[in-house]
Nanobody
Framework: VQLQASGGGLVQAGDSLRLSCLVS????????TAWFRQAPGKGREFVAG???????YADSVKGRFTISRDSAWNTTVYLQMNDLKPEDTAVYYC????????????????WGPGTQVTVSS
């Protein structure tokens, strides 16, 4: 499984962005896909994940970010980010695993290269 994230950029606080993660193969409800982020000098942080009808969000993004996927083939996962804040600045990664949308990065076997999101104040 290969993943490729895109959609990052430079925005101002309060703006919105939508990240996309293209998955190289069709996945099923037994797979979880997730978004993580890593800010300079910090560890990789869980942002949001989904598996079938289950969605899981970090407290810091609840109510602002939404994870979704295309319904037909499950080959694209999106992260809609609204009301962006400077503290959301990071490299964002998409990841996949067989199982639930856990929050721990070592549990994800498949990773794509990141996309940079920069939010100016």
């Amino acid at each position: 499984v290969q993943l490729q994230a895109s959609g990052g950029g430079l925005v101002q606080a309060g703006d919105s962005l939508r990240l996309s993660c293209l998955v190289s193969r069709r996945t099923y409800s037994s797979w979880a896909t997730a978004w993580f982020r890593q800010a300079p000098g910090k560890g990789r942080e869980f942002v949001a994940g989904m598996n079938g009808g289950r969605r899981n969000y970090a407290d810091s993004v609840k109510g602002r970010f939404t994870i979704s996927r295309d319904s037909a083939w499950n080959t694209t996962v999106y992260l809609q980010m609204n009301d962006l804040k400077p503290e959301d600045t990071a490299v964002y990664y998409c990841a996949a695993r067989v199982g639930g949308p856990v929050t721990t990065s070592p549990d994800y076997a498949y990773w794509g290269p990141g996309t940079q999101v920069t939010v100016s104040s």
